[in-house]
């Protein structure tokens, strides 16, 4: 997977991804926001896409929106202007391997259905490390891989057709494991499948305090 490839997959859905993933996401946008106005403050959204999961927010919760794919934003910007989402600070297109925010921005990132759709998905995570304050948190939500067995070899199988659409099946939960230890700042809070399969996972980080 390329950012570049990656970009122009999002830029294909924004004109129907509301209507195809709107309600198949609408458990983990509920679950993620709710996790993340448990911690409030001031919130990045990275993935942000359409802003489908803006005006889920309190208005109290301030807010930032990144995305790779610029298209998805312009339905995100449109929706912020229509609906007059005032608690909305700034929607950017961003790389999430490369936040171009300070250290300590924010109190919570938000990541929904973003971390296999991104080529270096540890990048990402460090970079999410980096920009929250010390006790804040990362919220998740994800599919969990396999990692083995038939699902596993099915995922990988399927890698290079999802690709293509802008997501990889491939992502073990050994992957979220050897990366929190190797980044060694954060911690484990929460990890959880959500309703109503399990097929999709939420799972909160909380950066260490110093």
Excluded: C
């Amino acid at each position: 997977m390329q950012t570049a490839g990656v970009a122009a997959a999002y830029d294909r859905w924004a004109p129907i991804y509301d209507m195809v993933f709107g309600q198949v996401f609408a458990t983990g946008r509920r679950e993620s926001i709710a996790a993340a106005e448990r911690v409030g403050g001031r919130v990045l959204e990275v993935g942000v896409g359409t802003g489908i999961s803006l005006p889920q927010y309190k208005r109290t919760t301030r807010l930032v929106g990144t995305d790779i794919a610029d298209a998805m934003l312009d339905k995100a910007r449109d929706r912020v202007r229509k609906l007059g989402l005032s608690n909305v600070e700034q929607i950017s297109v961003m790389d999430a391997e490369a936040l171009e925010f300070p250290d300590n921005s924010f109190d919570v990132i938000v990541a929904q259905y973003v971390i296999t759709a991104v080529p270096n998905p540890e990048a990402a995570l460090d970079e999410f490390v980096r920009v929250i304050r010390p006790g804040g948190e990362i919220v998740i939500t994800t599919r969990i891989g396999a990692g083995k067995g038939l699902r596993g070899g099915i995922e990988k199988a399927l890698m290079p057709v999802t690709s293509k659409l802008g997501w990889r099946t491939e992502f073990p939960w050994s992957r979220y494991e050897a990366w929190a230890a190797a980044n060694g700042q954060v911690e484990l809070a929460e990890h959880r499948p959500l309703p109503p399969l399990g097929h999709f996972s939420l799972v909160r980080y909380r950066k260490k305090r110093d």
